[in-house]
Structures are given as C-alpha cells and as structure tokens.
C-alpha cells in the first residue's frame, strides 16, 4: 500500500492528530513505533561492558570502527560484492582484522558484537507517522503504550505496516508553512484592506524570479545552501518549472544530473531525443529524466505500459534487483517494437532510464515544495518587512540564525529598530512596509510569560517613565532580576534612560522598591499623604563602546548597535588593505583582521588545530589554523577578541573541478600590540596650549626606552607645528600607553602611524 506524506504548520499538526482521532475513532488511530538497532560502535561497547572489559580497552576498539553519516557501516565481512550503502570497517580500518588476529579478548568481543549488530535494541515513536485502520486497529496490530503516554503506539514499524495492508500517513509539522501563516497575519495587520492569498499569487512574477536568480535565497525554503545558490547562478530559473526541477536535482543521488541540466539549459550542449514521442514529456527538464512520473510517461508511451505496469517498473528500477531488471527489460523493448522503435533504439532508451530512475525524484513532492519556495521569495520581493519577522519570529532561540537574518534584511534595505520596553513584543514584529522591530523573546533569559505580562502592564498604564516605574508597575513572580537585567544588556531602557550600567547598577534597587510599592499600595498616610517619589539611581561609570557591545552579546547573542571592529578599523585601515567580505584566492600572503566570534579546536594527528571565525562588522571568514600556528597563537585566540592575521587563501576544487568557495589558512597570527611593534613607523599626538609636558612625561615613562618615535603636533592660540621627540623618549607601543594617551588627550587626538 501506499503512504502519505503531508505538511502542516507545526502550530497546527497536534489538531490534526486529534481531528483524525475524533474522525475515525481513538479505537482506529495510533502513531507508529521506531526500533533502534544495535550498530557497530554501539555493539562494541554494549558488549565489552556486559563483559566487564576495561572502558579504555573497549573504547580503543569502538574508536576504530569509522562512522560516515548516511551511511551503515558494519563489522562484517563483505559477501560477495557487498551492499551500496554500506561502508565495510575492517576494510577501511585494516588494525580492526590485525588485533583480532593478535588478541584472543579482541576476537570474543568482535564475535559477540557481529552476532549482535542490528538487533533491535530500543522502541521509540515515529516522529510523523500516524496509522489509520478501518476498524480496530487491535484486529490488525500489536499495541503498546509508552510510559507515561496515554495514546497507543502500534508495535509494527512502518515496513510491517505496509506489509500487512494498513495506510501510513506522516503528518510532518513544516516551519516554513508557519512562517508563511505569519507573515499573512503581519500583512493583514499593516494592511487591513490587503487581499493577499497564497493560492492567488501570480506564477511568473519577475521580482521573484529576480531573488532567484540573484541567489538572493536566505529564508527561501529549499534554497538557502551555498550549493543551492551556486546552482541558481549556474542555471538562473526562468520558469516555475525550472524551479520544480533545480528542487529535485539538488538532492545527494540527482546531483550527478546538474552538469547535463545546466549545459542543457544553458545551450552549452544540444538536447537530442532517442524518439521525438519523448520531446513532450522531457521537454520541460531539457532532455534529462528528473521525475519519476518521466520514467512511468516514457514506459507508458514508448514501451505499451498501463500506468500500474509503470509503477511496477519505476519501483524495480529504483531497487536495481537484476532478476526483476532483466524481465523488465525484455518486457519493456518488446513493447516499444510492437510501438515502431528499433530493437537497439528501445535498448538504448532503457539504459537511459535504468540510469536516470535510480536518481529520480517525486515530481508531485518536488512541485509542492517548489511552491513553497516560490511563495516565500515572492514574500520577500514584495512584502520583506513582514516576511523576515516571521522568520525572525520563528528562531529566537537559535541567536546564529537570528544574527544571519538580522544581517540579510539589513542587506534588503530593511531597518530592523532595536528591543524596547515601549514599543517591543514578545515577536518581531513589522512596524510599516520597511521596518521590523526586534522582539523581547529575542533577548536571553526572557520568556514568553515575562514579555507578556511587560506588555500587559504597557497596555494597562501606559509607557514605563523608567526603570523604577517598570519595576513597580510589571508581575515580579515573571519579571524577576534576570529579565530586567537581560533587557537593561541589550538596550530596551535606552528609550527612557541611555545610562545603561546605572540601570544594569539600580536593578536590584528598583525591583526591592517595586516590591515594597505593590506591600504598600493600598495604603495612605494618616494625613492621605502620596507616597514617596523614585529613588535616584546607582551613579557609576558608564560602559565603554566596547562593553556595551559585550553586553549586547550577552544579551542578543550579537552585537546590534555597532561593531567592536570599528574601534580598530581606523587605525589597521593603512596596514590592512582587504576586508574579509572582499578576500579572494590569491597567491600571496594577504593581511586580514576582525573579531574571533567562534573558536572550534580539533585534533588531528599532527596536533590540534583551530577553526576561527572572524568578522570585521562587513562580512565573515572562517581561517583555518594549523597546529604550529595554533600553538604559537593559542593565548590570542579567544572569542571577542581582536586578531589580525597573515593568511593565504586558495580556492576550494571539487573532484568535478566546480569551484566550492575558499579555504584561508592562517600562517602567523598577532594581536594588536605585535602589530604596533612590527608595522608602526611612530605616534603622533595632537596638544593645545593647555597640554601639559609634565603629564605626557608621566605617561610615557613607564614605557621607555622603546623603538617607536612620539611626534607632537602642539598648537595654540598664535602658534602651531610639529615636534619630533628625542630618541631617548620612543616607546614600546602597548595597549596601556595607547589607552592612557586617548584617556588624557581624546582618542581622536592619539594616532599609530604605520
């Protein structure tokens, strides 16, 4: 029997289980048990500790056992020519047979985890599956409840459901049909009057075409991947049919299939057909079988199949079983000579078939997502500021998707207004065609129930005056400190009060005072006195640029009112000529810097290395550094911290010879203070008339003798011009002496000249 596959909004996929209960009766429904299985790695070790061997023992010999996901691998040997899909260890890993030959506990071990390997080992529920029988299901199928369930699960998996007659259905909660439900309310909201209906949006809009061919796809479903993107530019859609068929190619086995298309539709290469019967049914994939409904087309028309036959043969195709194959064929080119092919014509179409169905991708799965996919880019041609709060709206707890889609609506020309106590909610939500403003529930440490009672009490009495009027005014059993300090890192004070380390300072202050106003609240002096007015808050110095952008990552998990880079960017400008969204494959070594925002270190049998993110506020490179490198500069690399590097970076070859982006390998790697003492030919410094020799004296001695020159640019009110100090005076260039300089003088009065 077949099954059925449908997605819903993932808000509404448990009213569909229960309509489907209540449709056809509890007695009728159930979802569908899993069994996990025992695999190699997990064999070794199950077995080793039922045995009591040493864990380092057993580890050793379970670390052997490679892993490559999609993929089975066994401890078995191979019989005969093996299976496709499985990877042989002890042919990928000749130690596994050499210590089973050496080692007598090895070969028990070995022998009891291959008896074991893929046994049952646990049941679980099948995320999506759902089983409709048309009576008790108790008359077709063993049920079990779950510990702590109340619903039945059926204990046959979803092949012996199949196998004994019963219909599968998988009823899948998919994201993006929420995003689209979303972005529907947000324009009903910005636009009461608007008509938009999913079903009515024209098929053929350029603007949408546009974000296609543009590879302009992040939030666009099914094409956000770089891969998927690069293939947009290789072969632009002009057509939604274009769009169905790049959704089918672009999956693991119809990849092979991408150079024909592109060279197809590009012209490179002349579409010819075995038999011009096949140029309506292959025309709109340039000659390349894509779908599984070509092949069933193809079989139907040229061979004398009935659509059943065809699915018959689609499905034996897609087995490779070469018994089956081999009657198929017979059948097949028997009934394309009854139609008026050529015996070698018909063998020939049936090779090509044979070679592409084992490829071939639903059509009818393929066009559904292709709409959804059509349907999100025209949303984002046409309706962006909508569109990207949903989507937004819909990953607030992942903060690396948040900063990605924060990042592209900045790059569609959006204005993304910042979290506020006033005027946020818990979504992000559109403020007019062109501008988003960011979500509460955005914010670490909030949660829905605080936003909302925030909000309520905004709607309730109006604008919160300051912190100590959200404090009294808002539910302290949700708002606790966590929140409000959370709000006060990420700048939702800002509209009321810019003093963001008084505030983070008074929070414990006014939440006790909030909570002796609520002990208080109904009562009055004897003379019915008001009570007292706020308490003034904590007076302390205020955050640097720096710390606040600290705490805004805290906060948000990315820096939103500025980047830490460009603190740096004036100074390294001179030094380091190419950005990191501007870096491309060269020869030559190529000076880059930015912020480490993520650090990954590895082993590897040289030694560890490190994967490092770095990003200088106008784009993001991920460099790749070696052990030698990494041990020298480990105590540089840490995250939020500024790091320039010497790096090479070559373009990345794949074994077709596509080009598949860059690797930027790091050769030295130095923090701000090697920089200045490498490259920086002096320091010049800008003085009036009120600057005092003394106090520069005082500042610089602690830092000599050095080997930079300090050049004073000294003016007043009749006289100006500059003065080179003394050899005596250079100066080893340190972050201390650069920050006391800017301390005493203004920064834009201290500069490192290089």
Known sequence: MPDFDI??????????IDYVRNKYGAQSVSQIATFGTLAAKAAVRDVGRVLDMPYPFVDGIAKLIPFQPGKTVTLRRRDGEGAANVIYAREVEPLIDQREA???EVRELLSLACELEGLPRNVGMHAGGVLIAPGKLTDFCPLYVQSGAQSPVSQFDKDDVEAVGLVKFDFLGLTTLTILDWTLRYLRQLQPQASVALEALPLDDAPTFDIFRKGNTTAVFQFESRGMRDLLKQAPPTRFEDIIALVALYRPGPMELIPDYIARKSGRERVEYVDPRLAPILEPTYGVMVYQEQVMQIAQVIGGYTLGSADLLRRAMGKKKKEEMAQQRDIFVAGAEKNGLARPRAVQLFDLMEKFAGYGF???HSAAYALIAYQTAYFKAHHAAAFMSANLSLVMDDTDKVKSLYDDALAQGLRVLPPDVNASRYRFEPIDPRGIRYGLGGIKGTGEAAIEAIVAARETAGPFTDLFDFCRRVDKRVVNRRVVEGLVRAGAFDSVDTRRASLFASVGLALDAGERAAATAAQVSLFGEEPAGNIAIVSVREWTEAERLLQEKTALGFYLSGHPFAAFATELATIVRTSLGALQPRNERVLVAGIVTTLRIQSSRRGKMAFVTLDDGNGRAEVLVYNETFDAARALLREDQLVIMEVRAAQRISDDGEAQGMRIIAENVYDLAAVRKRWAKGIRLACNGNASADRLAEILQPFRPGATPITVR?????????????DAW???????????LREWLAPENVRVVY
Do not use: H, M, T, W
Request: aromatic share 4%; glycine share 8%; with cysteine.
């Open 362 to 364: 639903n059509k009818s």
């Open 730 to 740: 250079r100066v080893n260039p340190d972050d201390a002496l650069i920050d006391r």
């Open 7 to 16: 997605d819903f909004c993932q808000n509404g996929r448990d009213r569909v």
């Open 714 to 726: 000294y003016a007043n009110d009749r006289i100006g011009g500059d003065v080179d100090l003394p």
């Open 102 to 104: 050496d080692e007598e």
